[in-house]
T-cell receptor
Framework: DAGITQSPRYKITETGRQVTLMCHQTWSHSYMFWYRQDLGHGLRLIYYSAAADITDKGEVPDGYVVSRSKTENFPLTLESATRSQTSVYFC?????????????FGPGTRLTVL | QQQVKQSPQSLIVQKGGISIINCAYENTAFDYFPWYQQFPGKGPALLIAIRPDVSEKKEGRFTISFNKSAKQFSLHIMDSQPGDSATYFCAASTAGSARQLTFGSGTQLTVLP
């Protein structure tokens, strides 16, 4: 299916465990983004990537690691999950062409850290 | 530091009424102001966007009003419908790498039938 997908959609883990959230897009968009959504904070950028093997920190990168070996995939890893990382995580992508590119969001992953 | 402040946090409107959501920003380098709409269980989706060279943009029942001197912009939903019930986020970005979006905190809109 075309578009942007995230997996898993729901995840429950324990404090200290490593967890990886997957993001896959079929548009060959250059830019990909990870956000977390928390009540009262809107969406906050964790990391973004301008192309394969190019990543950069966003507003709230601490405790997260990203990689992008292929254009279509942008996994987000919590190396040692903490309760404060309980959130809904959204992946997004946008094309490189033009100056005002729409970001297309995936359906989100709801992560609970116990 | 919240660079885009959004209000109100929640809004209840009768069907057919006008819904108004306001945002204020601090960074004068922002030059692109989109609004995203999010339904429960879904990711946000672009609704309408404006650049600061115009003061208003209208798409159907949705209008963005932009006041550059006051550093404020707002979303007006005319003839609000129950299907408009969703969370609305304003956002802003600057020219540069990736056009990162800075989001407001969101407004949960409920349109009563």
């Amino acid at each position: 299916d075309a578009g942007i997908t995230q997996s898993p959609r729901y995840k429950i883990t324990e404090t200290g465990r490593q967890v990886t959230l997957m993001c896959h897009q079929t548009w060959s968009h250059s830019y990909m983004f990870w956000y977390r959504q928390d009540l009262g904070h809107g969406l906050r950028l964790i990391y973004y990537s301008a192309a394969a093997d190019i990543t950069d920190k966003g507003e709230v990168p601490d405790g997260y690691v990203v990689s992008r070996s292929k254009t279509e995939n942008f996994p987000l890893t919590l190396e040692s999950a903490t309760r404060s990382q309980t959130s809904v995580y959204f992946c997004a992508s946008s094309a490189m062409t033009g100056s005002y590119n729409e970001q297309f969001f995936g359906p989100g992953t709801r992560l609970t850290v116990l | 530091q919240q660079q885009v402040k959004q209000s109100p946090q929640s809004l209840i409107v009768q069907k057919g009424g006008i819904s108004i959501i306001n945002c204020a920003y601090e960074n004068t380098a922002f030059d692109y102001f989109p609004w995203y709409q999010q339904f429960p269980g879904k990711g946000p989706a672009l609704l309408i966007a404006i650049r600061p060279d115009v003061s208003e943009k209208k798409e159907g029942r949705f209008t963005i009003s932009f006041n550059k001197s006051a550093k404020q912009f707002s979303l007006h939903i005319m003839d609000s419908q129950p299907g408009d019930s969703a969370t609305y986020f304003c956002a802003a970005s600057t020219a540069g790498s990736a056009r990162q979006l800075t989001f407001g905190s969101g407004t949960q809109l409920t349109v009563l039938p």
